[in-house]
């Protein structure tokens, strides 16, 4: 069965963090049309807060994207993988999607760096992984499943 992957990494500092710069980072998108490609590639998109949130976008081995994806008794399942460093249990359970559904799920992280003389960074990454033939446009809809992973970042 067809595996969609769409990797988007929005990333910024705490000049993002209220006014016009934060409401130009809130209006990037959560999902893209998908480019034609091989479904072994994942959709990897970029954004970051040095180019106003222009997003960016490549295409990646679908074995390097931080997701499992493990396919069992017909459905997919769907899980990110969290660095020990920045999981805080509890998680969510993973996603079992069957076939011609989709699922959104976000997670975000706050960096210092490690001697705390440069600013905070923080990044939003939004998993869209659907299950069986899509069209080209199906991340612009609304997901079968949502999964919000994101806390407060301070």
Known sequence: ME???????????KRSRGGEA?????????GFALPSAETASAHVIR???RDGF????????RGRIDVQLRETDGRLRVFPRVQPLFALPPRPPAVRL???QWVRWQLNYRFSSTAGMQDWSYWL???NIAYGPVNAEVFLSTPTVFVDEQGPLR
């Open 98 to 100: 069957a076939p011609g």
């Open 3 to 13: 595996i969609t992957v769409q990797w988007i990494r929005t990333s910024w500092t």
């Open 54 to 61: 222009k997003p960016y976008d490549t295409q990646e081995d």
């Open 47 to 49: 954004m970051h807060e």
């Open 125 to 127: 990454d939004t998993f």
């Open 22 to 30: 934060a409401s130009r980072r809130n209006a990037a998108p959560i």
